[in-house]
Structures are given as structure tokens and as C-alpha cells.
């Protein structure tokens, strides 16, 4: 079965600290996500990468950045946490070249900014 | 702009009875549409598509999606409801500008089924 691990279920954070969320996958895809997902606004693309060292901002990308310096690695960093950042963030991969919109999707990672 | 909306943010089924769970798009060209359900505390896992072929398609679970090119619409159905179908139910498309699996999902939908 495919695995998408995210390093930290849980993490509370104070304003200006930099974060990094970590997500591995274990089935050599090319493509990675990062999502946030919020109440009533559902799921938002932060940045996506389709290859190593690939990436692309996606709708709110703002605040954040991404590094995929391994095809199995994708992270998501915030260079000073802010309170607007408490949120689920969800990563994902998908099959290379299939384009078949199946994403596989890791368990999440709640973040607080007090 | 590419986008679907789920008017619904929470439905309510008796177990045993039947539950639709309504999708609506926007889309230039042809859509590729998907359902992907969240139990609580996990992430999201793929429940079915549309690409192209039958109007109605079959997926996980027991669940059945109809597309509906006229009404342009994608709801999510399933001929009886369990208590273990309570979870949070997104609709998603593929957004066309990128030739990759970059989705655009809706609000989501809480189905609530009671026993």
C-alpha cells in the first residue's frame, strides 16, 4: 500500500517561529502537495512540485515556501509562523505520469500559532 | 474559473436508508471530477472518479457517483446508509491549466448517518 507520512500529527507553535512540516512517500511518485484545510473552506493548495527541486505555488501560497530536495521528501516551511497559519495541513502524492487525479493523501498535521 | 461547489455543509440519513451527497461544477472543457472521504482525525482517501464513459460510476464502499453533464452535477449516493459512512465528504475537480493532478476541492460535506 502507498504511504504518505507526515512527521508531526501535533504542533504548537509560537509567532515567529520558523516551521517545518515534513512528508515522505514510500512509491516514487513524482507528484507532491501541501494542502490546508480549514472549516467551510475545505482544502486550499499551498504549493505542489512534480519532480525534484520542481515546485509551483498553487491558490495561497503566501507566508510559505517548499523544499523537494529528494523525490520522496516534500516540506513546507513557514519562515515566521503567524496566528492566520493555525491550521490542518495535509500532504499528498499521486502516481507519476497517470494524471488521474488519485491522490494519496497523509494523516495531516494540526498546527497551532499561539 | 474552474470550481465546485457542495451546497450542503452537513446531511443527516437514517441508517438503512438511502443518502445523496450534492456536487456541483464549473469547469471549461471536460471536467475529470472525484469524491474523497474524511473520517475523523485522517486524511483524505480516494473514493471514485469521472474521466470520461458511463455517467454512473461505481467506487469504494458501496458508494456510486452520477454525472450529469446537463446539470452539471456529480452527486454521491449510496442505496443504504451505515453509521461507519459518518465522515466529512469532498467533491473535486482536476484543474485543466496544469497537466497534472492538481485538484480543486470543494467546502465539504458532513454526513451525518444516524442508527
Known amino acids: 500500500d502507498v504511504k504518505v507520512t507526515q512527521s508531526s500529527r501535533y504542533l504548537v507553535k509560537r509567532t515567529g517561529e520558523k516551521v517545518f512540516l515534513e512528508c515522505v512517500q514510500d512509491m516514487d511518485h513524482e507528484n507532491m502537495f501541501w494542502y490546508r484545510q480549514d472549516p467551510g473552506l475545505g482544502l486550499r493548495l499551498i504549493y505542489f512540485s512534480y519532480d525534484v527541486k520542481m515546485k509551483e505555488k498553487g491558490d495561497i501560497p503566501e507566508g510559505y515556501s517548499v523544499s523537494r530536495e529528494k523525490k520522496e521528501r516534500f516540506s513546507l516551511i513557514l519562515e515566521s509562523a503567524s496566528t492566520n497559519q493555525t491550521s490542518m495541513y495535509l500532504c499528498?502524492?499521486?502516481?507519476?505520469?497517470?494524471?488521474?487525479?488519485?491522490?494519496?493523501f497523509g494523516e495531516g498535521s494540526r498546527l497551532t500559532v499561539l | 474559473a474552474q470550481s465546485v461547489a457542495q451546497p450542503e455543509d452537513q446531511v443527516n440519513v437514517a441508517e438503512g436508508n438511502p443518502l445523496t451527497v450534492k456536487c456541483t461544477y464549473s469547469v471549461s472543457g471536460n471536467p475529470y471530477l472525484f469524491w474523497y472521504v474524511q473520517y475523523p482525525n485522517r486524511g483524505l482517501q480516494f473514493l471514485l472518479k469521472y474521466i470520461t464513459g458511463d455517467n454512473l460510476v461505481k467506487g469504494s464502499y458501496g458508494f456510486e457517483a452520477e454525472f450529469n453533464k446537463s446539470q452539471t452535477s456529480f452527486h454521491l449516493k449510496k442505496p443504504s446508509a451505515l453509521v461507519s459512512d459518518s465522515a466529512l465528504y469532498f467533491c473535486a475537480v482536476r484543474d485543466s491549466r496544469w497537466n497534472t493532478d492538481k485538484l480543486i476541492f470543494g467546502t465539504g460535506t458532513r454526513l451525518q448517518v444516524f442508527p
Open positions: 499528498a502524492s499521486s502516481f507519476p505520469g497517470a494524471n488521474t487525479g488519485e491522490l494519496f
